[in-house]
């Protein structure tokens, strides 16, 4: 591996929630450029992780260095004025507000001085619609309420308005998984965008074919702790998709459904082709 200091790390970090060990003991690193995939079951620290990172929670133990520097965040607020960017699937957006607000957040270019200072809109809409028009789309008027855009567009205006901002990690937390094939690879490209720009991006998915085509890096928990990180030259599909939530359950009910299907077949053999007549109610 190289010798680069990563954007983000954790160094032996744990979160305690009275006697529940949430975290322990975890180290992971993100370098700028780089994308890590969060994999674990219902309740394995995924979110608690990303949110000890983004500084909803501080660590119990252990310590989180950005840039090689160590970092206490006291909020979210702190901790995206340093450069770390959250996006959580549900209070991303504010639906009734307009897509330029969502994008601006009480950050808009203001003209005058003093008490004649106010918004700039006319430079804020331009600016909105120019960056969503960066990555592909099309918004005719970016004073519609962001309520109006699909939920892949509404992930768009969050992640393009981290990188707007100058975030050098970006954290999201399941941005894809509400989300139809085309909405979802619109954000998954624009995830590997946010990846050419240099950004380190940490992402939770519970989706093999979201996580493989845009990872680096495979880091699976398990209540709690780390199983390790797994570079995406060494590990195949399956076996992500054998350590992501329910993978292996799911082969099983491929298996068990590969099992109807064979005596199903056979049924309709025995009967010369002539299907059982159905039961009342099916
Ligand atoms: N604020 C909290 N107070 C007490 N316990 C918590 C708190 N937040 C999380 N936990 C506990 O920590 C553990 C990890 O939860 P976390 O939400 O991080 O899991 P997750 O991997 O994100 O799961 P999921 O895939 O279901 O979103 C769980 O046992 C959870 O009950
Ligand atoms: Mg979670």
Redesign the pocket.
Same mark, same amino acid.
């Given at each position: 591996m190289s010798e680069r200091t990563p954007m983000i790390e954790m160094c032996n970090v744990s979160k305690h929630? +009275?006697s529940?060990i949430?975290l322990s003991d975890i180290s992971v690193q993100v370098h700028s450029g780089e994308v890590m995939c969060l994999l674990?079951?219902?309740?394995? +620290?995924?979110?608690?992780?990303i949110k000890t990172l983004s500084g909803v929670h501080q660590p119990t133990h252990g310590e989180i260095r950005l840039d090689g520097t160590p970092a206490r965040f006291k909020s979210p607020a702190y901790a995206l004025d340093a450069g770390i960017a959250t996006v959580f699937q549900d209070l991303a957006m504010i639906p009734l507000m307009s897509i330029t607000r969502n994008f601006f957040m009480g950050r808009e270019p203001t003209v005058g001085w003093g008490p004649f200072k106010r918004i700039d809109w006319k430079l804020a809409d331009r600016i909105a619609k120019q960056e969503m028009g960066k990555i592909g789309i099309d918004v005719r008027d970016p004073s519609q309420p962001v309520g109006t855009l699909s939920g892949g567009e509404r992930q768009c205006v969050a992640i393009a308005r981290a990188v707007y901002f100058g975030a050098k990690v970006l954290i999201l937390d399941e941005p894809t998984s509400a989300l139809g094939v085309k909405q979802a690879s619109v954000v998954l490209r624009y995830i590997a965008k946010a990846r050419a720009d240099g950004l380190a991006v940490i992402f939770?998915t519970h989706n093999v074919h979201h996580a493989y085509p845009v990872a680096d890096a495979f880091t699976l928990?398990k209540r709690?702790g780390s199983l390790g990180t797994f570079r995406k030259e060494d590990i195949s599909r399956e076996e992500v998709l054998n350590m992501m939530?329910g993978g292996a359950e799911l082969e099983s009910l491929d298996a068990e459904l590969a099992e109807f299907q064979r005596s199903d077949t056979e049924r309709a053999a025995d009967t010369s082709g002539v299907r059982p007549p159905l039961a009342a109610g099916q």
């Open positions: 929630f +009275g529940v949430a674990g079951d219902n309740g394995a +620290g995924k979110s608690t992780l939770i928990l709690g939530a």
